[in-house]
């Protein structure tokens, strides 16, 4: 059964709950849990343009825009600093309105900051779980298009800061990898080499990135069986392999699309929480239920709502630091 968590008022983590109603919605579903609520409104906001189509918002005062997927980018490299550290591309992160490591903090790290406390905190209450299950997270959305890459860049990002963590961001959408060229980097050899191979060592794929806290794992090869190769004993032996010699080290997914490509359903079983990013201006109640049903091999799940107007007079961490918009 899906764990719900309650919420206090003004909280940033239930926005998505009240929007898409999602008590109501899944008590007409075969699953009659509500999921719990994570929200990341205005600052997660990028300023593009909108979506063609869109469905119905709340009403509001002002809009900066949708967060976006980010565009795949063609000329991409590998740039080595030494150690076999790869240098992420920080002009091309502030290009793409994400957290930028080193720079000051702004409204968009403290709206992440709030949304990782949560799952950080879940991961705690989790001791039922094996470790490789409790310190792995799935980022997902039901459609494309709803922000999903951008909000695992940026919750990896957030949660790199961690003293006490290691990060692990996995490029799980396997048809349509966008971690490595967001970042200015090149991919190589990943995740479904070491699964396809009975010998392969997944740590030989790990990139580190001179982000300190933060590694990447490439999708890998394109293969034409990559659901049946997720669904296998050797990806659990693998994804096991990902945290056992690792204690700080937790495991954050980008997947497909849950409505859109298949592995998704298959990530969700290897997962501890599933964080499913909602589109206030795109995303479908009907849309979402679907994806909650496919999804539903994880039983603990966070709504994060993107691309949300706001208020004139609501919550602003921007003007606290300087930074109004």
């Known amino acids: 059964m899906t764990k719900h968590s309650p919420l206090k008022a003004e909280s940033l983590l239930e926005r998505a709950a ?16 509500p999921p719990s609520e994570v929200k990341a409104d205005p600052a ?12 119905s918002t709340p009403a509001t005062t002002h809009s900066t825009g949708p967060v976006h997927e980010p565009a795949p980018r063609l000329a991409v490299r590998r740039p080595i600093t030494g150690g076999g550290i790869v240098g992420v591309d920080r002009e091309r992160l502030r290009e793409g309105g994400f957290i930028v490591p080193e720079a000051p903090v702004g409204s968009l790290a403290e709206e992440f900051r709030i949304v990782k406390r949560q799952l950080l905190a879940s991961i705690k209450a989790q001791s039922h ?5 409790k310190r792995s997270i799935l980022v997902c959305s039901a459609q494309t298009g709803e922000g999903k890459t951008f909000c695992a860049i940026n919750l990896a990002l957030s949660l790199a800061a961690e003293p006490d963590l290691d990060v692990l961001l996995v490029d799980g959408d ?35 990135t001179d982000i300190e806290g933060l590694s990447l794992l490439p999708a890998g090869r394109a293969a034409n069986n990559v ?13 096991g392999d990902l945290v056992r010699d690792h204690p700080r080290r937790l495991v954050l997914f980008d ?9 998704a359903s298959v990530l969700a079983a290897h997962v501890g929480q599933l964080l499913i990013v909602v589109r206030a ?10 994806a909650l049903g496919i999804l539903s091999a994880c039983d603990t799940v ?17 003007n606290y630091y300087g930074y109004g918009q």
């Open 255 to 263: 997947s497909p699309p849950a409505l859109m490509a298949s592995p």
């Open 18 to 33: 009240e929007i898409y109603d999602f008590g109501a919605a899944l008590r007409r579903s075969p699953d009659p849990a």
């Open 227 to 239: 659901t049946e190769l997720l669904g296998s004993d050797r990806t659990r032996q693998v994804l």
């Open 281 to 290: 201006d795109q995303t479908t109640d009907s849309d979402l239920r679907e």
């Open 174 to 208: 396997f048809n349509k990898p966008e971690i490595f060229p967001t970042l200015g980097l090149e991919p190589g050899p990943g995740l479904i080499d070491a699964i396809g191979s009975e010998t392969a060592d997944v740590e030989r794929f790990v990139v580190r």
């Open 129 to 133: 779980l094996p470790e490789e299950k």
């Open 44 to 55: 997660l906001q990028s300023g593009i343009e909108p979506a063609i189509h869109e469905v």
């Open 302 to 318: 966070s709504l994060m709502l993107n691309a949300e107007a706001f208020a004139a007079g609501g919550r602003r961490y921007g």
